[in-house]
Antibody, heavy 122, light 108 residues
């Protein structure tokens, strides 16, 4: 059973870069068929897909965040990471890492981290 | 404003059947399968229905999904108190994943 765990600062200053890491256990991020994804949820609001990285290193980002976003992979540590630059109060949210099972016929998030709240404040 | 439209709230009494709708368009639901996620208070979402109507192992058969054209629905029969949660539909829209705004289900 794969498990995901987010880690990183819970407080980021406005205009700085938000950095989070997701550590995957119980499975390898180097295999095909899965997209390693970030999703966020502002307190009391709905879910927003941020983007994903594939084991090959290819990425796909939400156009609304693309100019500030970078998702990377560290296969040696079985981790993937999120960097979101120039943050504002609007980026305050619970950030989830998730695994999307993605094949020709299936695509859904089958595993989620517990989520981590990131607040943007000076 | 979410790309997929869900009613913000729904309610029912124990034992009742409730349905939650999810409306999209030809670029999302109209051409892709729909997944449903359940988010219990204070927890991460978990998949409830994938590929329109498939249940992962462990999900009770009280939960069912359907899709027609550019809309999808989640039905919950035999409503139980533990079903009180937020429910989200999701699908691909061209090259990104979009979610509905979520429906808060209250068990009266």
């Amino acid at each position: 059973q794969v498990q995901l765990q987010e880690s990183g600062p819970g407080l980021v200053k406005p205009s700085e870069t938000l950095s989070l890491t997701c550590t995957v256990s119980g499975g390898s991020i180097s295999g095909s068929g899965y997209y390693w994804t970030w999703i966020r949820q502002p307190p009391g609001k709905g879910l927003e897909w941020i983007g994903y990285i594939y084991y090959s290193g290819s990425t796909n980002y939400n156009p609304s965040l693309k100019s500030r976003l970078s998702i990377s992979l560290d296969t040696s540590k079985n981790q993937f990471s999120l960097k979101l630059s120039s943050v504002t109060a609007a980026d305050r949210a619970v950030y989830y890492c998730a695994r999307e099972r993605h094949t020709q016929y299936l695509n859904y998030f089958d595993s989620w981290g517990q989520g981590t709240l990131v607040t943007v404040s000076s | 404003q979410s790309v997929l439209t869900q009613p913000p709230s729904a309610s029912g009494t124990p034992g009742q059947r409730v349905t939650i709708s999810c409306s999209g368009n030809s670029s999302n639901i109209g051409r892709n399968s729909v997944n449903w996620y359940q988010q219990l208070p204070g927890t991460a979402p978990k998949v409830l229905i994938y590929e329109n109507n498939q249940r992962p192992s462990g999900v009770p058969d009280r939960f069912s999904g359907s899709k027609s054209g550019t809309s999808a629905s989640l039905a919950i029969s035999g409503l139980q108190s533990e079903d009180e949660a937020d429910y989200y539909c999701a699908t691909w829209d061209v090259s990104l994943i979009v979610f509905g705004g979520g429906t808060k289900l209250t068990v009266l």
